[in-house]
């Protein structure tokens, strides 16, 4: 048995409970695209295109190209890229050839469209991964998500529908004023849900420890889902309300924003797994124009503002009433 070195190990810390939320890899300090991981050479996955190499010859009629052609070509790419290691290690490391022999790459997949927002967040049509292809059965293949909205457990699920349906089109060469149109709809539907339904979906942690400082301070500095979660638990002893449930640590809540009230509170949360939401909570003066912003608004931006459509003021319902009957 190996006993391992904990000299290098500088701090562990425990994890809170989490909802499928995305652990990001290994990071480096350097702008190195490789380095070591337990003595073994490593280098994150990167994405190139050959379409600009061959774009004018194909466009001219002197070399063809088709998704078959692609994949061939991409697969003798990285038949390429494994033959140049020997050479490359032994120049950069001085490493023996059948010691640089060992490094290798593999070919993921190759997609038809991509959409590049920032590091570690895109999302890619692809048709073929590792050999098997997935534009049969007249399907344009499947979609490769990382970091997005759609993903993420604070995005309510008909939101998340409705992110991956707009991806799906634009992926598939859907143009601006078809998204534009589709946004509009879902927007429309949106608003006619009840308030309570248009929340941002929270896992509570540490309520207890948070609400033993509230009392000790009398104002103490909290996450805002926690604090909502504290005005839940406020409200609910408040009103005297002994049926529904209090909320306590590792709670899954949906945190509503609030219109000014005279108890000041901007939030509140309630379990999700309440039943019966009591009449005090559903008669509070919920801010809707807010969490629509926050859960559609924001989530479509923070998916598609890399194509600069403008798309919050041109899917802005509000001003449809006033667009009807604007004098010339």
């Keep these: ?14 994890l809170p ?3 499928n939320e995305y652990v990001y890899d290994i990071g480096v300090k350097s702008n190195d695209p ?28 002197v070399t063809q190209w088709n998704r078959d052609i692609a994949v061939d070509v991409y697969n003798n790419i990285a038949d390429l890229v494994n033959d140049s290691f020997p050479e490359y290690m032994s120049q950069a490391f001085n490493c023996p050839s059948q010691r640089g022999s060992v490094i290798r790459c593999g070919r993921e997949i190759v997609a038809v469209r991509g959409l590049f927002i920032t590091k570690k967040r895109y999302a890619l049509l692809y048709y073929d991964k590792e050999g098997r292809r997935y534009d049969t059965d007249q399907q344009p293949g499947k979609i490769k998500a990382m970091g997005l909205d759609l993903k993420r457990s604070d995005t309510p699920k008909v939101v998340q529908e409705f992110l991956n349906e707009i991806l799906k089109s634009v992926l598939t060469g859907a143009q601006q004023d078809s998204i534009v149109d589709k946004i509009r709809e879902f927007k429309n539907e949106f608003s006619q849900r009840p308030p ?10 540490n309520l207890t420890n948070y609400s033993r400082k509230e009392q000790q301070l009398g104002r103490a500095n909290m996450p805002g ?24 640590d590792g709670m899954k809540t949906i945190v509503c924003k609030l219109r000014p009230n005279p108890l000041g509170y901007t939030s509140v949360g ?5 039943s019966r939401l009591p009449d005090w909570f559903r008669e509070l003066p919920f801010d809707e124009s807010g969490m629509e912003s926050t ?26 009433f006033n667009l009807l009957f604007e004098l010339e």
């Design 295 to 320: 859960i559609v608004d924001q989530k479509v931006e923070n998916l598609l503002g890399v194509l600069n459509w403008n798309l919050k003021d041109s899917t802005n319902t509000s001003d449809t």
């Design 196 to 205: 309570w339904e248009k929340g941002t979906p929270k896992r509570v942690n």
């Design 270 to 274: 309630y379990p999700t797994d309440e």
């Design 1 to 14: 048995m190996v006993k391992p070195n904990i000299d290098i190990i500088s701090a562990i810390e425990e």
């Design 34 to 61: 490789y380095f070591f991981a337990n003595n073994v050479l490593v280098h994150n996955s990167c994405y190139f295109s050959a379409w600009p190499i061959v774009k004018d010859d194909v466009e001219n009629g």
């Design 225 to 248: 889902h926690v604090r909502a979660a504290l005005n839940w638990n406020n409200l609910r002893r408040m009103h005297s309300d002994n049926y529904s449930m209090q909320i306590v």
């Design 17 to 19: 409970p989490f909802d």
